[in-house]
């Protein structure tokens, strides 16, 4: 599978990009989708900021398959999962749910569950084949218009440790030899597209507008290799 990042480069959106979009409004989202990546002794040390939480979940689930693997950490969704979730404990704040997750899952379960769960959040950590995957066990911020007095946040939400050169590879694109690369990305939101087709489907329902309509704007890609000088492209899209 590719990353968001990539595809919206390539002009490959889908109904996973546009997911990662929902909660935005109009504005300037600076720092988010941060990448560092060092390269070790033995392959690679991965850190991102939350953006590519559930990506990263589903990546190493598919190359899980229909093995099974010690799976710890947490769905958080607005949704009663009861039934539909083994999980081991509940929290709830403010009608968002955390679904504490500690057994052992097949990777195809963990996909079926990304599928049906498309607006839930996957805070999982579990390995497979030698790649290690850590995300932190709880909801991210919710996404507001950056200030100019923000601070640059700490890349360590979610971590990999791996050899898998082609992961690697889709994180950091158009990059060829390197030490180690950090990267980040601003989403410059002009435009909520609102479509007459989506008025009339929605028919006065604000929360499926919302989570439908069409973002508009630019994606900002800041690249800086060997804490060398920056290299920045710019990307339009509608997702």
Known sequence: ???????????????????????????????????????????????????????????????????????????????????????????????????????????????????????????????????????????????KPSTKKEEKPKVDFCKVKTSDSEFVEGLVFGVNSFKKVEISHDFLIDEIVVSDELKSEADGDFAKIKEMALRKGTLVRKVSVDEGSEEVKEKGFAV
């Open 1 to 143: 599978m590719e990353f968001f990042i990539k595809k919206i480069f390539e002009d490959n959106v889908d109904e996973l990009v546009h997911n990662q979009f929902k909660k935005y409004s109009r504005g300037e989202f600076l720092n988010k989708a941060m990448v560092v990546v060092k390269k070790t002794g033995k392959g690679f040390s991965v850190s991102t900021g939350p953006e590519y939480a559930n990506e990263l979940v589903r990546y190493f689930a598919e190359k899980l398959g229909e093995r099974f693997a010690v799976v710890s950490g947490v769905v958080v969704s607005t949704r009663d999962l009861t039934g539909e979730l083994d999980f081991k404990d509940k929290k709830q704040f403010m009608g968002v749910k955390q679904y504490i997750l500690n057994g052992e899952m097949s990777g195809d379960k963990i996909i079926e569950l990304c599928d049906k769960l498309p607006n839930a959040f996957f805070g999982l950590s579990f390995e497979v084949d030698g790649s290690v995957l850590k995300i932190k066990a709880k909801a991210p911020k919710s996404a």
